[in-house]
């Protein structure tokens, strides 16, 4: 099928600001988007930037704004793309642009190490590895899922407004250490996010949850994350 | 100023679902209140302070235009505070989650429920009001 991409371009060496590249290709429908862009990258303009690295689904590298939605595009199909014949694609937003559809993902990930994102336990665990029930790990199962894609953070309206809020995806990696049997760090982690950029700078959108490549209950992650904050207790 | 050029930007730029749109409606009516309670409390200071532009303001408040944008601020109170539920409930029971679209509907409905019959009345005492108002205008 006929396909017309529009990309937003943007070269910081020549460009002042962003502008639409077109291109038109031919491609399977069930090709990815992602197969659609790098078949502009090869065959058309071989200066087109994107971040990819697996192409799977599983790194999460290529996450940009498809339609006007955060999504991955190695996980769209183009048929699901498509819409009268056209697909615009665009880079995620609240980061600050590099180039075509790179941003700079050093703030996220800054926010990411900000709420130590590694297990916390200075006891001595013996012999053996620490273990813990089935019910005990299946607590914070949905958030071990993470890719650190960004969709979700870069999706979320309290985040364009205010970069230094921590964001969705930081949430969702805390919440995947404090809910965790094996992990003491909780209490340092919701100090964390109980500083002004921290969790009540969510407005319970669910931008973010809509957009999980990994289908990741993000904004029942941030809730609970909230409770526990409140009640000062973690079920 | 920039961070509401780039959120108001930014989020005309995504296209967010139902529970983007309706955090829209929250801040516009959230902001509505406000300058309606900032206007109120200094027209009523003024009542005390300089009662001839009081009863100035308070013969504008009675025009159509003013009347109609009470009609568009009782439905914007009765959204608020419903909306506000709903966000309230989802944050202290994240359970609720998979139920947002659901959630989402009865913010909709709810505030429909009560803000139509609100401003119907509202209308009829208007309508009315006007109606004497004139009424008394042609008499004399």
């Given amino acids: ?44 303009d071989g200066t087109l930037n994107f971040r990819r690295s697996c192409a799977h689904g599983i790194c999460g590298s290529d996450a940009v704004r498809i339609n006007g939605r955060n999504v991955l595009a190695c996980k769209l199909l183009i048929r699901d793309a498509v819409k009268n014949g056209q697909i615009t694609v665009e880079p995620i937003l609240g980061l600050p642009l590099i180039k075509d559809l790179i941003v700079d993902m050093e703030p996220f990930f800054a926010h990411y190490r900000a709420v130590m994102p590694y297990l916390i336990n200075d006891t001595d665990p013996g012999e053996r590895e620490r273990l813990q029930s089935p019910e005990e790990r299946a607590r914070y199962d949905d958030t071990t899922k993470c890719i650190l894609c960004a969709c979700c953070t870069t999706s979320c309206p309290s985040f364009w407004a205010r970069g230094e809020y921590v964001g969705p995806a930081a949430i969702v990696q805390a919440h995947r250490f404090i809910f965790d049997s094996r992990d003491e760090g909780a209490a340092q982690r919701l100090q964390v996010l109980a500083e002004p950029d921290g969790v009540w700078r969510c407005r319970t959108i669910f931008n973010c949850t809509e957009v999980c490549p990994r289908d990741i209950q993000v904004t029942k992650a941030i809730g609970e994350v909230k409770r526990a904050l409140i009640t000062g207790k973690l079920d | ?118 401003i119907i009345i509202m209308l009829i005492y208007t309508i009315n009001a006007h109606l004497s108002a004139a009424a008394t205008t042609a008499i004399r």
């Fill in chain 2, 1 to 118: 100023m920039s961070t509401l050029f780039t959120t108001v930007r930014d989020t005309l730029r995504y296209k967010g679902r139902e529970g983007q749109w309706l955090w829209v409606l929250h801040r516009i009516s959230g902001l509505g209140i406000l300058f309606y309670l900032i206007l109120h409390i200094y027209d009523m200071s003024l009542a005390y302070f300089n009662v001839p532009v009081h009863e100035q303001l308070m013969a504008l408040f009675k025009t159509p235009v003013f009347s109609a944008l009470e009609m568009v601020l009782a439905a914007l109170l009765v959204f608020h505070a419903v909306n506000g539920v709903r966000v309230a409930l989802l944050d202290l029971r994240p359970a609720l989650w998979a139920r947002q679209q659901l959630a989402t509907r009865l913010a909709l409905i709810i505030t429909v429920v009560i803000a139509a019959p609100t």
């Fill in chain 1, 1 to 44: 099928m006929k396909v017309h991409l529009k990309i937003k371009r943007f070269n910081p060496e020549k460009d002042k600001k962003p502008y639409w590249g077109e291109y038109d290709i031919e491609a399977d429908e069930g090709d990815r988007v992602l197969d659609a862009l790098q078949t502009v990258k090869w065959t058309i």
